[in-house]
């Protein structure tokens, strides 16, 4: 007797929740593992997280905070992996959207009407994430360059310029050596809701969810993008522009992320300081993968690991324990989620010794003639 992995014609959702749910149930497990390696009580340390993130209103307030650029970053990710273009760059393009705002907000402000001075900079958040991120795509499109080393490296470019301006030719004059610019006027200033932190960009990440469920469910754009994602060839062969679909959707997905900076700088610092890019990015390609690249998903899935931020935080202060658990929970989960997609595509059976072989034939054969 053996075992044999036999792929499901298409994907069992029965498996996939189930898998989903144990691998929740692992990764609770496995922190618990964890808390008990630096001498933490579990049980105690999951409440701490549990009231630290949804024990009041303003902690309620705060996972909303953090779930803002989670969503926005996530949704890049998801747009441009409908196409199997993995862009890895959010966090340099949240950085190139904050400057591209705060270029609006320090030098036009004065000069623009106050009603107007916030739209001027959401699109020009947008337009630099954006083209930033067309400049992978360009090369993606053109020649044939993978997309996750151009992606990557530019977020460092992207911060060493984020760095040099709060450092440099725009840091505050009158700011007593502190680095960062002068804070926006008062028109730059993303509204809020009454006594919490939480700002207008909740909304613009809500309605891009909504917007990209529904283009990508509904439109003639969506359908070429699963086509293209599930089989290009077949796309190419159906004559759709795969070069011009990828420039479009990395000029979106970069967009997205660069709003994501627009919000962070124009929300909550009110200028370009240190603190603008602390690894929404990269947290927003977990978020994607957990949500199975579904723009609604993202948001429940975003406000979930922005609580394990924001409780991780509380065993900081409350038990002494590193802030940098809940990070770790969030990796443990990503692992768990991505091994169960494998039991949601293939089912296990039990089979004889001749079945086994018979199956390896097989596979050797479609290696063969794929060789």
């Known amino acids: ?89 959010g966090e340099g393009q949240l950085a190139v959207g904050g400057i591209g705002s705060a270029g609006v907000a320090l030098f036009l402000a004065p000069y623009l009407p106050s009603p107007i001075v916030l739209t001027f900079m959401v699109v020009a958040g947008f337009l630099a994430g954006g083209l930033w991120a067309s400049i992978a795509g360009l090369f993606k499109a053109k020649l044939g360059v993978n997309e996750i080393l151009t992606t990557l490296m530019l977020n460092y470019v992207a911060i060493f310029w984020l760095e040099h301006l709060y450092f440099g030719p725009w840091r505050d004059p009158m700011g007593m050596g502190f680095p960062g610019t002068a804070i926006f006027p008062e028109s730059a200033w993303l509204p809020r809701f009454p006594q919490t932190r939480v700002h207008l960009g909740l909304v613009y990440g809500l309605l891009a969810a909504l917007v990209l469920q529904w283009a990508l469910s509904r439109t003639r754009w969506g359908y070429e993008m699963r086509v293209i994602g599930e089989n ?75 609580s394990l931020l924001v409780g991780g935080d509380q065993l900081q202060s409350v038990m002494h324990l590193p802030s940098s658990v809940g990070l770790v929970l969030e990796g443990t989960l990503l692992f768990f989620v991505l091994g169960s997609d494998f039991f949601s595509r293939y089912r296990i059976k039990l089979s004889t010794k001749s079945e086994v072989q018979r199956s390896i034939g097989h596979r050797a054969e479609g290696m063969e003639q794929r060789t």
Do not use: D
């Open 232 to 306: 290009p060839k077949a796309a190419q062969y159906a004559g759709m522009n795969i070069p011009r679909h990828i420039l479009w959707v990395m000029f979106i997905s970069g967009g997205l992320a660069g709003l994501a900076g627009m919000a962070e700088a124009s929300g909550i610092h009110y200028r370009l300081q240190q603190g603008l890019t602390v690894g929404y990015g990269y947290i927003g390609i977990i978020v994607a993968w957990l949500s199975r690249l579904n723009p609604v998903g993202i948001i429940v899935v975003a406000i979930l690991l922005a």
């Open 1 to 89: 007797m053996g075992l044999i992995f036999e792929r499901r014609l298409s994907p069992s959702k029965i498996a996939s929740w189930v898998g989903i749910s144990l691998s929740i149930l692992l990764a609770l497990i496995m922190g618990g593992v964890v808390f008990l390696s630096v001498g933490a009580n579990p049980l105690k340390a999951y409440t701490v997280m549990g009231l630290g993130a949804f024990g009041s209103l303003y902690n309620i307030s705060e996972v909303l905070v953090k779930a803002i650029p989670l969503i926005l970053c996530s949704l890049a990710v998801a747009v441009s992996a409908k196409i199997l273009i993995w862009n890895i760059g």
